[in-house]
């Protein structure tokens, strides 16, 4: 037919209006939890008549955007929607009902929406009112964007990346490989798409809190954890802008006192983070960013039991062009007694400015 032959001859099939829904919907990124990344493109006749991404939860979804942009050229176009449009009444309208107000032909959906009050109703409810619908195109890469969105969905316990630089030698170093703190970092990018970091302040010395360069970046809670009150008045202390929660036990609180009034402290009787995943679950987060820097020796047994109870999903390591002259912070810290070996699954690996950044999935 001709529009195949339009198709071919532009190279635009479903996959690349799909890829370009992925591309709008990170617009978005760090930005739309507990709600997922989503974008929309309307197309019509091989050419895009309108575009849409969620802002944020609370906001309208994508869809509305797309077909708001689109216009009257909605009527028999195509509607690609990164993630299957929803058909209930949340802090938004069903856009199942916005796509057949606006009489779009086709709806082609990268992936079900594991939320159970969605879970193909929407797809049901626009095949019921006629509309021809394709679930699937690209959808590994529709996943992959709202990974995080989907663990918490499915588990109810936010994703967790673990984070930590290598030296050639093995040891877990504080250092970032060059670059890697700039805008257009890895870490600085890290800290964007995460809605919290876990970071441990070291004793005696000011905690620089992480903060992304990405330009408008929605920067993560900071999520304090320390045994020792000292380290954690100082670091709260040094930089008053950013959210911040303090996790603490027992003996330390008697020294903080009421020294950081603006700042939550939790006590804990021990440290742990399935308590601290509960806390960012309740406050919508998605994705939590395990950050191994600081004073982390002290939670050997925390990164043994997170990693024996399967509360870690993703480890990202920058191997870094260095040997490190210090023993005292080894690899082998809460791997000891860890009883049995875990694999990484769908590692990748990419160049850093000077390092080798590797990233896996338990
Ligand atoms: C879509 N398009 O752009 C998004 C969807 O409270 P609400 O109304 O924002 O609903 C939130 C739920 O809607 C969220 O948990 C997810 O299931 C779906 N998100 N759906 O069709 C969008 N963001
Ligand atoms: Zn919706």
Request: with cysteine; charged share 25%.
């Amino acid at each position: 037919s001709v529009n195949l032959r339009c198709e071919v001859l532009s190279g635009r099939d479903d996959g690349f209006y799909m890829r370009r829904c992925v591309e709008i919907a990170k617009k978005a990124i760090g930005c739309t939890s507990p709600n997922p990344m989503v974008g929309c493109v309307v197309a019509k006749d091989g050419e895009i008549v309108g575009e849409g991404f969620h802002p944020k939860a609370g906001q309208p979804h994508a869809e509305v955007f797309a077909l708001r942009d689109a216009g009257e050229l909605a009527e028999n176009a195509t509607a690609y929607v990164s993630l299957e449009p929803c058909n209930h009444y949340g802090r938004t309208p069903p856009c199942t009902e916005a796509l057949i107000k606006a009489k779009v032909k086709k709806v082609v959906v990268g992936m079900v929406d594991p939320n159970p009050i969605v879970a193909s109703k929407g797809v049901d409810r626009l095949r019921d009112a006629g509309i021809d619908v394709t679930v699937g195109v690209e959808e590994a890469l529709c996943k992959k964007l709202n990974e995080a969105y989907i663990h918490r969905m499915l588990t109810g316990k936010p994703f967790v990346t673990l984070r930590y630089s290598l030296s050639v030698n093995g040891h877990i170093v504080d250092e970032l490989g060059e670059g890697a703190k700039e805008s257009g970092g890895y870490y600085s990018k890290l800290l964007q798409e995460h809605d919290a970091v876990i970071v441990f302040p070291t004793l005696f010395s000011d905690v620089s809190f992480p903060s992304s360069e990405e330009p408008d970046a929605n920067q993560p809670l900071q999520i304090v954890i320390t045994k020792s009150p000292i380290s954690a008045v100082q670091s709260f202390t040094t930089k008053t802008s950013t959210k911040a929660i303090l996790f603490t036990e027992k003996e330390a609180t008697m020294e903080i006192g009421t020294a950081q009034k603006d700042v939550e402290t939790v006590v804990l009787d021990t440290i742990n983070l399935e308590a601290i995943l509960e806390y960012c679950y309740r406050q919508g987060l998605c994705s939590v960013l395990l950050d191994l820097t600081g004073n982390f020796s002290d939670f050997g047994e925390l990164l043994k039991e997170s990693l024996v109870q399967n509360m870690i999903q993703k480890v990202i390591i920058e191997v870094l062009p260095l040997w490190h002259g210090t023993e005292e912070v080894s690899l082998q810290l809460g791997l000891k007694n860890l009883g049995k070996t875990l694999m990484l699954k769908n590692l990748t690996s990419r160049m850093s400015n000077k390092g080798l950044v590797l990233e896996g999935y338990f």
